[in-house]
């Protein structure tokens, strides 16, 4: 239900979280301004080999460039560029909004009418006109596609209720509502006169008539399959409430072409709505251009053969046709995707003060798969890269090559930069600026096993493996909080610029609690807590479970092998494999809940704590670890509690309940929450980092 999300710095991403929320997501380590003041120029020239072009060398590529099902930010680092959203963001400001593809808005003194006057003249890359249709169709669409992995937690909420988190709970509902009342049976025992007899405060009160026993239909509770994720099982619901749901979600967004408004009617106010249109979920799609490539054609009878699809089965996984300032090229998986320039862009004006405005600056924009970092460092060394990722275990390196060092100033809001000790040198480095990113270890609650899980081992308590039910036993999820050692975790992976994680909130948000409840590195409670589990099973016979995560990310290698390693020093029995698996690897083994411990991160869609507790404890990472109901069911009455109440005192005190829940229930291992630190070439003109764009990198405002 959220933010996947492959969160990756501008040129150092701190990877341990990616929703988007995610979903999202390597770790990046967001900053909010970069803006760069003059310094003394080197001794010798630094320039660009290519003015016209612009390389940004990354790890691990996007698994789908479909805004409605992608939610990490690999992909949103391309969406955001190609495709476009209603309301955009003011900059460097996460809370501020201007205008995009819609010129203006209203909302309603209620603060549940949004009427979006859309842009005229905008064309979209294959020469379609921008219409109020296709905006309508894109959130409508979305909204139906919907899947627990998917960021329409962000949009379901809002139109349809608090709480609802995919279109089949409103599928759901009006089945339930279809459903007969049940008779209750009673306790009471008949008499032969037809009187009942019954224990004080239980059945039908004694001295009452009732039915004989074969009068009383007994009530026998209807097992409900699940829809979420169940196209199958969407399909056999009575077509009449499917197409009334779609009709539902049609009535809540609508489009006047001739005035050329669209009305959104919220469910209730919602404050994070317009930050919400902003977000890469929002990207508008061209109707006719989708249909034409077998998205859903916009048919109440047919909405539900197009719901939950996957990286694979959507048919805008690979294509785009937006109207952004880049058009998209071509991909070629495992090597680069490129964006060429629109020369029939649309920006006349500025879109802020100073801002971009006319034809982009560079003819193409090459994202190069790069996994490895001595290669990244090369092609930064050479100039063959503008930008590269550089993880802060690899940072020293990236040191070296640093002339200017640019260090936030959080009175300014901004960034003081001066040369370094070696001016000559090409990089600008960016630091110290405070993160909306986090990464965590997850707990896979009941771990699928349909068709095989290798990373279960034998599947069994005995030593050479773990039953999918393992981190079901509170004890385990303890021991493995005990054994991390967040300090080496910190000194090592992130050098120092980090701390550690309090809860699912980050600082800022109401609820946090630096001296909250938290899990500390102490080996003789892991020794405690694992020999407590299942019985002593472990202490006696150990076991064995496979660990991934994605490949060229240091912070999540570095926290997979301390754990490996503190286990091995409590017992050579506790046996930790750590294996190192492609990004969409991931994504997908997550998503279907086939993980064991999975490391995953989450960068904020939007600056609000409602956006950290949806999707940690009831949406998207809950449905990756297969959240028993019992302990789903507590979190979501908070989280529906938190969202819904409008004094910040109050919420705060609701979001600390939701805190204090998750340390009892130690739902994950909460890693570390980085600060920022990154890298550009010094010819590099116009960036700024904003929390909530994807990447950092809005190529539109960038120079040479």
């Excluded at 963001?89 to 549940?112: T, V």
């Excluded at 998750?662 to 700024?688: D, H």
Aim: charged share 25%.
């Amino acid at each position: 239900m959220k933010k996947l999300f492959l969160i990756v710095s501008l040129l150092i991403l701190v990877s341990m979280i990616l929703p988007a929320c995610a979903p999202q997501v390597q770790e990046k380590v967001v900053e909010k301004i970069v803006e760069v003041t003059s310094t003394p120029a080197p001794k010798q020239e630094i320039k660009a080999k290519d003015p016209k072009s612009f390389v940004y060398a990354m790890y691990g590529e996007p698994p789908t460039l479909d805004p409605g099902w992608g939610y990490d930010t690999a992909e949103g680092l391309i969406v955001n560029n190609v495709y476009e959203t209603l309301a955009f963001f003011k900059r460097q400001k996460a809370s501020e909004f201007i205008p995009q593809l819609a010129e203006k808005w209203e909302i309603s003194p209620d603060g549940k009418t949004y009427t979006f006057t859309i842009r005229k003249g905008v064309k979209f890359h294959n020469g379609d006109e921008l219409t109020a249709e296709d905006v309508a169709y894109t959130y409508q669409r979305n909204l139906l596609q919907g899947g627990a992995n998917s960021p329409m937690l962000l949009w379901t909420e809002p139109v349809y209720g608090i709480g609802i988190q995919d279109v089949t709970d409103v599928v759901q509902a009006k089945l339930d509502a279809m459903q007969p009342a049940p008779i209750p049976t009673t306790e009471a025992s008949l008499t032969p006169e037809g009187q009942a007899t019954s224990p004080e405060g239980t059945g039908t009160p004694a001295g009452e008539a009732v039915p004989t026993e074969a009068q009383v239909p007994t009530a026998v509770p209807i097992e409900k399959v699940s829809l979420v994720d169940n196209r199958e099982a969407l399909s056999k619901v009575d077509p009449g409430v499917l197409e009334d749901v779609c009709n539902v979600t049609k009535g809540a967004i609508k489009a006047d072409n001739a005035a050329g408004t669209v009305v959104v009617t919220l469910a209730q106010p919602f404050a994070m709505f317009l930050a919400t249109t902003a977000h890469q979920s929002g990207a508008i799609l061209d109707k006719k251009w989708a249909v034409e490539n077998k998205a859903w054609d916009g048919d109440c009878k047919t909405w539900q053969n197009y719901y939950s699809v996957t990286d694979e089965t959507s048919p805008l996984s690979k294509i785009m046709n937006g109207t952004g300032p880049f058009k998209f090229d071509h991909w070629t998986p495992g090597e680069e995707i490129v964006m060429t320039k629109n020369e029939n862009y649309w920006r006349k004006e500025a879109a802020w003060e100073g801002g971009p405005s006319g034809l982009a600056k560079f003819d193409s924009v090459i994202i190069k798969k790069v996994d490895e970092f001595g290669t990244r460092f090369a092609m930064m060394q050479a100039g063959d890269a503008d930008v590269a990722i550089v993880d802060l275990v690899d940072s020293t390196q990236a040191d070296s090559l640093v002339g200017e060092i640019c260090d936030f100033n959080a009175e300014k809001d901004d960034f003081d930069c001066k040369p370094s000790a070696t001016p000559d040198q090409p990089l600008r480095k960016f630091q110290g600026a405070p993160g909306v990113i986090r990464g965590d270890a997850m707990f896979t609650f009941n771990i699928k096993t349909e068709g095989g899980n290798n990373l279960l081992g034998s599947g069994k308590l005995d030593g050479n493996g773990i039953t999918p039910d393992f981190f079901n036993d509170i004890h385990v999820r303890k021991a493995f909080n005990y054994c991390m050692d967040w300090d080496t975790l910190i000194a090592d992976a992130y050098k120092g610029a980090a701390i550690q994680g309090i809860g699912v909130l980050i600082p800022g948000m109401p609820g946090w609690d630096p001296n909250g409840k938290k899990y500390s590195f102490d080996l003789k409670k892991c020794q405690e807590e694992i020999e407590l589990a299942w019985g002593g099973q472990l202490k006696e016979k150990g076991f064995r479970v496979q660990v991934i995560y994605n490949t060229g990310n240091n912070v999540r290698q570095t926290a997979a092998q301390i754990l490996q390693a503190n286990f091995r020093q409590v017992d050579p029995k506790y046996q930790i494999e750590v294996l190192a698996v492609p990004w969409p690897v991931i994504l997908k083994t997550t998503r279907d809940a086939r993980g064991t411990i999975f490391f995953i991160g989450w960068q904020e869609d939007v600056h609000d704590a409602h956006n950290w507790v949806q999707p940690f404890l009831v949406g998207t990472y809950a449905t990756s670890q297969n959240l028993p109901k019992e302990i789903k069911s507590q979190f979501q009455a908070l989280v529906d509690k938190g969202i819904a109440e409008t004094d910040t005192a109050k919420r705060a005190e609701i979001y600390k309940q939701v805190q204090d829940l998750e340390y009892e229930n130690a739902l994950g291992i909460r890693l570390g929450i980085p600060t920022r630190i990154f890298y550009e070439q010094r010819y590099v003109s116009g960036f700024y980092a904003n929390p909530m764009f994807p990447d950092d990198y809005y190529f539109y405002a960038l120079g040479k």
